[in-house]
């Protein structure tokens, strides 16, 4: 779709399987699909139609731009802004989920992801001479994997058979039980025609492969996927298949709901991996200019990967158009860039977004195993021409020495023909060792910030968390530093103090501050739940201290019931015995106020 042009998308079914937010209360039997996805989207391209669309953004953003020249089945995904940037009042069950997925995983509560399929293919009966139509899943879980692969084995059968398929599968998804992290579930999508053959299997699962006289037959069918957990080790192995009668042919195994295949993404670009791993560290403004929303989806994707298990706290769009609601937001030449970054395929961006520090334009994507053509470093001056050649242009100088040895490493593996996976787990070891050693010392430090348990009585408020003082972490990284887990050498004094100033230092800091508040809350129930002297406690204490200690045992109560607080229950049982000792001394007019029939 030319985006400059009077023709755009329409919606021409939606929110198949979901019902409208208005009758979302009433709707209880979606309650499971709400789990998983918000809604589903058929979006088809008409010329007539116009501009004067609702949804447009969802619209625009199915659609690859036209000079994306995207022919056959290509998939991507995009990410847009919750109208009104509010929490859904349907979603206040949310921190079961989000407080035991990494952090990484969380639903978000102000912004959807959208994962489209879309095809195009020639089609003589349409006007515009091509059928154009995309099928788009739309949530708040960054399962990008997973919800790939569904969209690989429904499109294709949803543009065959069209709503009665898609309105079946819907069904099935309403019967997923919701994701729980730490466990591994097992997802039937019925109905779905394979070629199949048995018996073979290698590392990615089932693989369904022709055989030479082929096989069709209707089957269940099942996914198989594992939800991350906080407490998951990064060497985490991927689930095992289950055995179950009722699923045939076995499930397929995906090894990941979210994990990209970091190596071919990065392959044009690996000599600036490290740079890269730095200005998403800092939370810097980049545009990713690529060929195809396919290419620009992966590699936002990736980039913001780089950061785990640290959260990726600033905006990002995988795919961005002109037609955006943020455009003129993002585009704004009377102040600096924001915060974000950008995948886009529209050369028009280059003019556009000039005066932005950073800008990565990556080429056509070589065949597997060719020796990629890396992309040099460029200064932003020589951004001139709507046909820039792929490169990294910026002024940034990188702080950190460049690993030589893993980059040696790495074409090797592919001179080699080292198998993708393992290059991408070397690639990831490396990214993930690299974030590692620098949050430690943070961490290391913030911990030390922490009031000592010893200074935590019953009876008192509990002190306060010391302040996070710049100076006195940076000194101590002469003998605390990345230097202990890190061979690389530079300028870690420097990343960390331009680090400071970005939003993951705050959304770091903001969010071990919380935690470590939290404990300190546990801590204090915990000693009062404890206590043997309560009733030597409420001998010389007034009606009004008594009371007091009731409302906030009963608050501190409310917060570990909700899990908010990490309390074993025999500790809370104590602290319920103690309210009910502490309201029998009170008179009982007080009693009937506290404890109403």
């Known amino acids: 779709m030319d985006p400059l042009s009077g023709a755009g998308p329409r919606r021409a079914r939606g929110r198949l399987g979901a019902a409208a937010p208005g009758a979302r209360a009433a709707a209880a039997p979606w309650a499971r699909f709400s789990a998983w996805l918000e809604c589903v989207c058929v979006v088809t391209f008409d010329l007539e139609l116009g501009q004067a669309l609702e949804k447009s953004s969802i619209c625009y953003l199915s659609f690859p731009d036209s000079h994306s020249g995207c022919l056959g089945d290509t998939q991507f995904s995009f990410r847009i802004r919750q109208c009104g940037r509010q929490k859904s009042p349907w979603h206040a069950e949310d921190w079961h989920y989000n407080s035991g997925a990494p952090v990484s995983l969380q639903r978000e509560p102000a912004h959807y992801f959208g994962y489209v399929y879309f095809r195009q293919v020639k089609d003589s009966s349409v006007k515009r001479g091509y059928f154009q139509k995309s099928l788009v899943l739309v949530s708040r879980l960054p399962f990008v994997r997973l919800f790939q692969a569904l969209l690989s084995l429904i499109a294709p059968e949803y543009f065959d058979k069209l709503a009665p398929c898609l309105e079946a599968v819907c069904s099935e998804i309403d019967q997923w039980p919701a994701p729980v992290p730490g466990q591994t579930l097992n997802l039937p999508v019925m109905g779905v025609v394979l070629q199949v053959r048995a018996g073979r299997r290698g590392r990615e699962g089932a693989r369904f492969t022709e055989t030479p006289t082929p096989i069709w037959q209707l089957l269940p069918f099942a996914l198989q996927v594992h939800v991350p957990s906080r407490v998951d080790r990064p060497e985490h192995s991927p689930p095992k298949q289950c055995s179950h009668e009722n699923l045939l042919p076995a499930p397929v195994v995906l090894t990941s709901v979210h994990e990209l295949d970091l190596f071919r993404c990065f392959q044009p670009v690996l000599t600036h991996v490290q740079t890269l791993w730095e200005l998403m560290l800092l939370g810097e403004p980049l545009v990713v200019l690529a060929p195809s929303p396919a290419m620009s989806s992966e590699m936002v994707l990736a980039l913001i990967s780089c950061l785990q298990p640290l959260k990726f706290c600033c905006d990002y769009r995988p795919y961005f158009t002109i037609h955006d609601s943020e455009f003129k937001e993002f585009t704004t030449r009377t102040q600096a860039p924001p915060n974000v970054v950008l995948g886009v395929t529209n050369p028009f961006f280059i003019k556009t977004l000039q005066h932005w520090p950073h800008i990565l334009r990556v080429g056509e994507p070589k065949m597997s195993g060719d020796l990629p053509k890396q992309v040099k470093l460029k200064k932003p001056s020589r951004l001139k021409t709507l046909d820039t050649k792929p490169g990294l242009y910026t002024t940034y100088s990188a702080h950190l020495h460049r690993d030589k040895a893993l980059l040696k490493r790495l074409l090797k593996g592919l001179q080699k023909k080292r198998p993708w996976d393992t290059q991408t787990a070397l690639l990831r070891r490396h990214l993930l060792e690299l974030t590692q050693s620098f949050i430690i010392p943070l961490e290391h430090y913030m911990a030390s910030l922490m009031p000592l348990q010893k200074s935590i009585t019953p009876w008192k408020t509990p002190p306060q968390i010391r302040p996070f003082r710049q100076d006195d972490f940076l000194r101590s990284l002469e003998h605390a530093g990345p230097q202990l887990t890190c061979i690389l050498k530079g300028d870690w004094l420097g990343l960390y103090r331009r680090f400071f100033k970005s939003p993951h230092f705050d959304g770091w800091y903001r969010q071990r501050h919380k935690e470590m508040a939290q404990k300190l809350e546990a801590l204090h129930l915990e000693a009062i739940c404890e206590a043997q002297n309560i009733e030597t406690w409420m ?36 602290a319920q015995l103690h309210i009910e000792t502490v309201i029998g001394s009170l008179p009982k007019d007080l009693q009937a106020v506290l404890c109403p029939p």
Do not use: F
């Open 539 to 574: 001998k010389d204490k007034s009606e009004v201290e008594v009371v007091d200690l009731v409302l906030k045992l009963r608050e501190k109560l409310v917060q570990a019931q909700g899990h908010q607080l990490p309390v074993k229950e025999a500790a809370l049982q104590r």
